[in-house]
Nanobody, 126 residues
Framework: QVRLVESGGGLVQAGDSLRLSCLVS????????VGWFRQVPGKEREFVAA????????NYSDSVKGRFTISRDNAKNSVYLEMDSLKPEDTAVYYC???????????????????WGQGTQVTVSS
């Protein structure tokens, strides 16, 4: 069983930065890859970034590449999403998700993830 809790969302202005955190709690020592997704009402959940279990593989969506940075600190059981140069179109609920079966890989499809957090709201005003 894996539990994920996101934090760090908030209301910022365009051009500002935010750092989201995802705390991964688990009962075993198994590893996982982690993805960040975002969703706005009426739209499908959108892939943002993913990182494999040791950080050797990372991927970003084209819409955030060059502005967002995903990282992890396994000693703290945490994955981070540093978001710079935020735009109003980045406004969404941001979710982190864990994939436990092939943690050495990364995935961009939400259906490939096994566990999800409750989400944190990010609002970027113009």
């Amino acid at each position: 069983q894996v539990r994920l809790v996101e934090s760090g969302g908030g209301l910022v202005q365009a051009g500002d930065s935010l750092r989201l955190s995802c705390l991964v709690s688990k009962l075993t020592a198994r590893t996982e890859s982690v993805g960040w997704f975002r969703q706005v009402p009426g739209k499908e959940r959108e892939f943002v970034a993913a990182i494999n279990w040791n950080g050797s593989k990372i991927n970003y969506s084209d819409s955030v590449k060059g502005r967002f940075t995903i990282s992890r600190d396994n000693a703290k059981n945490s994955v981070y999403l540093e978001m710079d140069s935020l735009k109003p179109e980045d406004t969404a609920v941001y979710y982190c998700a864990a994939e436990i079966h092939q943690p050495w890989l990364i995935a961009s499809e939400s259906r490939e993830y096994d566990y999800w957090g409750q989400g944190t709201q990010v609002t970027v005003s113009s």
